[in-house]
Nanobody
Framework: QVQLVESGGGLVQPGGSLRLSCVVS????????MGWYRQAPGKQLDLVAS???????NYADSVKGRFTISRDNAKNTVYLQMNSLKPEDTAVYYC????????????WGQGTQVTVSS
């Protein structure tokens, strides 16, 4: 069973930065499009950024210009650099692989909490 392990969250003031990491335990990590999702309290799970196997990135409008997704296939890791954080970015962040717009792995990780507050 594939494991997804997210880390790097924390409490940060508005305007601050965080870098999230997600390690994926699969030998074929490099072929997957990977995505970062987030879920705020009482809200649905939303995809905020994705990166294809070839490095093509896509972002939700709400984070465009502030967040950067990247990957290191040698480390089976996908990253999310988050700058200029806003209180509305507060959520639990998760990663998963994506095929056809759908998350691939049923076994989501525990996520990493990001709280933006003064």
């Amino acid at each position: 069973q594939v494991q997804l392990v997210e880390s790097g969250g924390g409490l940060v003031q508005p305007g601050g930065s965080l870098r999230l990491s997600c390690v994926v335990s699969t030998s074929i990590f490099s072929i997957y499009t990977m995505g970062w999702y987030r879920q705020a309290p009482g809200k649905q799970l939303d995809l905020v950024a994705s990166i294809t196997s070839g490095g093509i990135t896509n972002y939700a409008d709400s984070v465009k210009g502030r967040f950067t997704i990247s990957r290191d296939n040698a480390k089976n890791t996908v990253y999310l650099q988050m700058n200029s954080l806003k209180p509305e970015d507060t959520a639990v962040y998760y990663c998963n692989a994506i095929i056809g717009g759908t998350a691939v792995f049923d076994s989501w990780g525990q996520g990493t909490q990001v709280t933006v507050s003064s």
